[in-house]
């Protein structure tokens, strides 16, 4: 496996939030705290677009290789032309707005946010905060419910929710450093969850609570996945056999941000302080990038 650190002649000067590769080449989409989007090519190691914005930047996405969405600490959702440059608001929240995903079934930019609403544009409807954590899932094509609430995890805080792009299931991450997958069986409606801890104990038998930053997926490889913690560590497992594959080089900063490319063979990997931690002042954000071994990917 070979992994190289992206060089960019302006370094990111604040916490990246979300990196995103383009859904049919080697670009990544890059938002961050220091109010810019950035489209960087990896396979050139070459800044293609730089677009400055008037908040922060919370989250970011492809809706095709040539526009994007950005989530913005002043609640803006923000649509840009990555072949001109051009920007223009297209929506916006009460309170700082958190999450932006575009689906590509139902051409739908779905937002949320600190005010408790899920937006899709034309439709918003607010969530009625639960007593601790849940994950709802939603039909896009009926936004006024929830078909399914899942509670289980209700003690303990979510970090990161990610859904399996070959099936209907998802992956939850929280902030004790556990992970937990939610799988349907083949051929059946009923569901296989079940729950594993990132990191084994210490010598000392004590368990290590480092939250779980983000999941992602390998979208040509079912049942493999990666995590990234908030200690800098990135592990890839097999969903179906329960057990870790590898694990990469320690990051110096936490891992705010993971991304596979369209063919599953390249990961990138955001090392960076995260905004829960913004406050801090740490190391500057990197972004490494690992070429997968054919055996995985």
Avoid at 113 to 118: A, E, R, V, Y
Avoid at 198 to 219: E, L, Q, T, Y
Avoid at 257 to 283: M, P
Wanted: net charge negative.
């Amino acid at each position: 496996m070979n992994g190289s650190c992206l060089e960019f002649k302006n370094l990111i000067r604040d916490a990246i939030t979300r990196i995103r590769f383009a859904p049919q080449s080697n670009n990544l989409l890059i938002s961050s705290w220091d109010s810019s989007l950035r489209l960087h090519n990896v396979d050139c190691s070459q800044l293609r677009l730089k677009a400055s914005s008037e908040s922060a930047l919370l989250d970011c996405c492809f809706q095709e290789e040539s526009v994007a969405f950005s989530a913005g600490s002043d609640g803006s959702i923000t649509r840009y032309d990555l072949l001109s440059g051009i920007s223009n608001k297209i929506g916006n929240h009460d309170d700082i707005a958190t999450c932006v995903e575009y689906s590509t079934e139902t051409r739908q930019v779905i937002t949320a946010g600190f005010d408790k609403k899920i937006n899709s544009l034309g439709h918003v409807w607010s969530k009625t905060p639960s007593v601790g954590s849940s994950v709802d899932i939603y039909d896009l094509r009926n936004l006024d419910r929830s078909v399914e609430s899942n509670e289980s995890c209700m003690d303990v805080p979510i970090r990161c929710v990610s859904s399996i792009p070959y099936s209907k299931g998802y992956a939850v991450g929280l902030v004790d450093g556990l992970v937990k997958l939610e799988l349907p069986y083949p051929s059946s409606l009923n569901k296989m969850g079940y729950m594993f801890r990132c990191h084994p104990k210490s010598r000392d038998g004590r368990n290590h609570m480092v939250p779980v930053n983000d999941i992602a997926f390998n979208p040509n490889n079912s049942g493999a996945f990666v995590t990234g913690d908030n200690v800098g560590n990135v592990s890839a497992w097999g969903a179906k056999s329960r057990r870790r594959l590898f694990e990469l080089p320690r990051c110096s900063n936490s891992i705010a941000s993971l991304a596979f490319n369209h063919e599953g063979q390249i990961l990138a990997v955001a090392s960076s302080h995260i905004y829960q931690e913004a406050t801090e002042i740490g190391k500057p954000p990197q972004i490494f990038v690992h070429t997968l071994d054919e055996s995985y990917s």
